[in-house]
Each structure stands twice: as structure tokens, then as C-alpha cells.
């Protein structure tokens, strides 16, 4: 029984030892850390003042207010550089006293050709002078810069890019225009500037979650990751944590604009301001196709239907002569892995076997693949699918046009019976927009903007079609093609009539509906 009480005595006493070393380690820790954040508050205190300073002497010197959008790819010609353009065009005419600023990280080229090429690329003329802040640093977001932990690494390398801008040109209104939520808390809690956003799509969102929650392999999470459960349970985890960042950084947001019902959703979910966030769609050169009146009689005169064009072929064969009408199946998109060319092919493959080698089959269908390559990967990706189609002996039936200019894609879809799109969760998906103008009948996959926004019915009139799988999308092409032609030409002038609402002028004036509150706190 003493023995017993001996040890209870010593426990108590070591016990009561090991608590006073923790506690002695532990408040030096508290001090160290209370002492560093108050370092660290004056630290952004004093940053705040010094560039709020430079923000006064500026407009001490008679510079008015000035807005900023943050777009460091501004010459790169795509759909988010003309929302860029359009929005600068409809302020500059609404604001007239109010400077504006680009920063971009397009160093090999000047302020006047970005302008140039504006022009050339969308046809948009600026009322007046914009500035360009060229930074040094936009490899710092670059994804080839971060082959691990590319989101994390993209965006802690877009606030050293945000700083860089930020220290060279303090403005009164900040907008980041390319997808950038990192910056913007620089910009309020250091720079002192309102901020807006124009989020064109998550950087993170629950669908992307999903994927690896799942463990389905995709373009954005690799075999070995979604076949090991102990990768795809740190892969969720690290999602969790920086959607967790995504959405506090987003939320710093005065304005938030999204592009898509398919984004508000992800951002409403993600940046939690429902009272700031509005839809905004992007503007779309649809004028130059709507241009081009579709003529009825022209499609039935081309277009018998297929039985009929199937007797008229086997009289051709039979005279030794004659065209036959050829239906082209047209894509348009950047060789991205995400826009999943490879189902294009695998499903018109499908349809050819389908329809088989008689009059009205194989021979008269044309797979025609329009886009651009950004750089070496998407030149070795174009490689592969060539390689595919030679795979599948569809060499003489699938053609590829890269970088080919407007006039001729403006052909190859007006000439065109079929546009085709089969990027998953696209969140918005101007290239089908412009299908729709040009007359062409859409089949779009069945998520993201095509489903939500744009292949909708418009005035109970049926726009197009949807599809999510090479079997769903061969099944579709073929039903889309066995249509009369008066019921193909009422489905093209239904979506014609519907884009009107992704027009320039609606863009410019919704734009400017959103941006109404933050620029009467700017301009006084």
C-alpha cells in the first residue's frame, strides 16, 4: 500500500513538472506571436499609408480618379481580352474624366499595338488614351512554373504580381478582369482601393472536388492520383483548404461579376456575397454572322433530306458525275485538354459506323477541327490526335485549321450543318454562341454554360441539342442530320433570335449597371 502511494506521489510530481515546462514554453510562444502580429499590423499600416500618399500626390497633381484592370495576358486575343476591351470602351464613354489603367505583363510588345491589335482582333476602337503598367514578373503565374500544387503556387505568385502592380501605379478603383481573386486583398487592405471582379471561372470549385472525390481521372487529376485512395484523400483535402483561401480572398470583392448561371452558382457558394454578385454575360462578336442572312430556299434547294439525297447520289453514280453535298461537322476551340477533342472524334467515328458506306454516309460527312495552339504542348496535342484519327481511319474525314483567320472561319461555320462542343462544365462557351449566330445547329455538352445559359429554348423555340457521351453525341449528330431541312432551318433561326443577349451593347450595359455604385464612390 506504500509502495502504491511512493508511485502516485512520483506520477503527480512528474505530471506537475511537465505541466510547468509546457507552460513555460508555451506563453514565450504567446508573447512571440502577439508581438509578431503587432509588427505585422504596422507593418501593413505603414504600407497602407505610403501608398495611399502616393495615391493623394497623384491626384494633387491633377490627376482625377483612376480605375485599373488587372490583365497581365492583355494581347492574347481571346474571350475574356474582349470583355477587357468592351468594358474600357463603355466606361471611358460613360466616365470621361476618369483615367484608366491596364497592368499586363505583355513586355515584347507596346501600349500602341495591344491597342492595334484590339482593333484588328475585335473591332474595338477606344474613345481615348488607355496606360499600360507593364510588370516584369508574370512568370510568377504561370502554370508551367508550379508542376505541383499548381493552384496554391498560381496564386500566391499572382499577389506578388498583384504587389508588383500595386506599387507602381496605386489606383482609386481596382479590377481584376482575369480570374485573380489573390489580388484583390492587396489592393483593399493595403492599397485603400475599391475592388471589383470579373470571374470568368473558379479557380476552385465543388465540381472539381467531385471529380477527385470520386476518383474519376480527367485532365486536372492525373491516373495515378484517382487510382490511389490515399493521393485522391490529400488531393481533397488540399481542394478544402484552398477553396477555404479562394472564397476569403473573393470575398473582399465590393462588386463581383460572373459570367455564367454555372459560375454564380460555384462563386455564391465559394465567396459567400450573394447581396455584390450579379450575372454579366461576356460580349460576343455575333454581328458579323448575323450579318449573313440564312435562306430557306438555298437549304432546301441543297438539302433534300436524306432520302432523297441518297437517290439523287445513286443517280450521280449511275451519270458518272456530279458534287455531292457534303455535311460538315465543325469545332472550334483551343487544343486545350479540357475541350476534349478526343470525344469529338471518338464520337463522330461512332456515327460513321453508323451510317455506314452507303449514299448519305461516311462519304458525305466532314469532321472539321478549327482552334489555336498556345505553345509546344498544344502543337504535340494536335500531333496526337492526327495520331488518333489515323487509329481509327479517319484521316479522309476529320481536318484540322489552326490559327486560320476570322473571314475563314466565319466560312467554315456558315458553310457548316453542325457545331460541335464537348468541353464538360465550359463556363460559358462563347465558341457556341457563335455557332448559333452563324446559322450552324449546336450540340453542346450537356453542363456548365451551354446547358444553363445558352442552349435553352428561347421563346419555347427549341436552340439546339445536348449530349455527354460519344454514344449520346453520335445518336444526336445522327438525329440532328436526318432532320428536314425545314426543321433544321426553324431550330437555327430559333437560336439566331436568342443571342441577341450576348451582344456587345447588352454586355456594355449591364457592365455598367454593376460598376454603377462603386464609380459614383470614385468620380465625384
Excluded at 139 to 162: D, K, W
Excluded at 197 to 209: F, G, I, Q
Excluded at 244 to 273: E, F, K, P, Q
Aim: aromatic content about 10%; proline content about 4%; glycine content about 10%.
Amino acid at each position: 500500500m506504500a509502495g502504491h502511494e511512493h508511485h502516485y506521489h512520483h506520477f503527480s510530481l512528474c505530471f506537475c513538472d511537465l505541466m510547468r515546462l509546457l507552460w513555460s514554453l508555451v506563453m514565450p510562444c504567446v508573447y512571440l506571436s502577439l508581438f509578431l502580429t503587432l509588427v505585422l499590423l504596422l507593418v501593413v499600416l505603414g504600407l497602407r499609408v505610403w501608398l495611399q500618399g502616393r495615391r493623394k500626390s497623384r491626384q494633387a497633381q491633377g490627376g482625377g480618379p483612376a480605375l485599373a484592370f488587372f490583365h497581365p495576358y492583355c494581347s492574347a486575343g481571346g474571350g475574356g481580352e474582349r470583355v477587357l476591351w468592351c468594358s474600357l470602351r463603355a466606361l471611358m464613354n460613360r466616365y470621361p474624366n476618369v483615367s484608366f489603367v491596364v497592368y499586363t505583363g505583355d513586355k515584347d510588345v507596346t501600349g500602341e499595338q495591344i491597342v492595334e491589335g484590339a482593333r484588328q482582333r475585335f473591332s474595338i476602337t477606344l474613345p481615348r488614351p488607355v496606360t499600360f503598367i507593364f510588370l516584369r514578373h508574370r512568370g510568377l503565374v504561370e502554370a508551367t512554373a508550379y508542376p505541383h500544387f499548381t493552384l496554391l503556387g498560381q496564386s500566391l505568385g499572382s499577389m506578388f504580381l498583384g504587389w508588383e502592380a500595386l506599387t507602381a501605379f496605386v489606383p482609386d478603383l481596382y479590377v481584376d478582369s482575369m480570374g485573380y481573386a489573390f489580388t484583390l486583398p492587396i489592393f483593399r487592405y493595403l492599397g485603400g482601393c475599391k475592388v471589383a471582379s470579373y470571374v470568368h471561372y473558379p479557380t476552385v470549385s465543388t465540381d472539381m472536388l467531385s471529380v477527385v472525390r470520386e476518383r474519376n481521372p480527367r485532365f486536372n487529376n492525373a491516373d495515378f492520383i484517382s487510382k490511389n485512395p490515399v493521393l485522391s484523400a490529400v488531393k481533397v483535402l488540399y481542394y478544402c483548404c484552398f477553396a477555404l483561401l479562394y472564397g476569403l480572398a473573393g470575398s473582399c470583392s465590393d462588386v463581383i461579376m460572373v459570367n455564367s448561371t454555372w459560375t454564380l452558382g460555384h462563386i455564391l457558394a465559394l465567396w459567400r456575397s450573394p447581396s455584390c454578385t450579379s450575372i454579366v454575360y461576356p460580349p460576343c462578336d455575333v454581328q458579323a454572322f448575323l450579318d449573313i442572312p440564312l435562306e430557306e430556299e438555298d437549304e432546301d434547294e441543297v438539302d433534300e433530306g436524306w432520302e432523297e439525297l441518297g437517290r439523287e447520289l445513286g443517280r450521280e453514280e449511275e451519270g458518272g458525275g456530279g458534287d455531292r453535298k457534303c455535311h460538315s461537322i465543325v469545332s472550334v476551340g483551343q487544343f486545350r485538354p479540357e475541350k476534349d477533342h478526343k470525344l469529338q472524334i471518338g464520337a463522330f467515328h461512332k456515327l460513321l459506323d453508323r451510317k455506314g458506306e452507303g449514299p448519305g454516309g461516311r462519304e458525305s460527312l466532314r469532321l472539321i477541327l478549327i482552334g489555336g495552339c498556345r505553345n509546344q504542348e498544344d502543337e504535340e496535342r494536335v500531333l496526337m490526335l492526327r495520331g488518333l484519327c489515323q487509329e481509327l481511319g479517319l484521316s479522309d474525314r476529320v481536318d484540322f485549321k489552326l490559327n486560320i483567320p476570322f473571314e475563314e472561319l466565319k466560312r467554315e461555320l456558315v458553310n457548316a450543318t453542325i457545331g460541335l462542343h464537348t468541353m464538360w462544365n465550359e463556363h460559358f462557351g462563347i465558341g457556341v454562341v457563335e455557332c448559333m449566330a452563324a446559322g450552324t445547329i449546336v450540340l453542346a455538352h450537356k453542363s456548365g454554360g451551354p446547358k444553363l445559359d445558352i442552349v435553352v429554348p428561347h421563346e419555347g423555340r427549341q436552340t439546339g441539342f445536348l449530349a455527354d457521351s460519344e454514344d449520346s453525341y453520335a445518336a444526336t449528330m445522327e438525329t440532328i442530320l436526318a432532320l428536314a431541312p425545314s426543321a433544321r432551318l426553324e431550330i437555327r433561326r430559333a437560336a439566331r433570335d436568342s443571342v441577341g443577349r450576348f451582344s456587345d451593347q447588352e454586355f456594355e450595359a449591364c457592365f455598367l449597371s454593376a460598376m454603377e455604385s462603386l464609380m459614383s464612390e470614385v468620380v465625384p
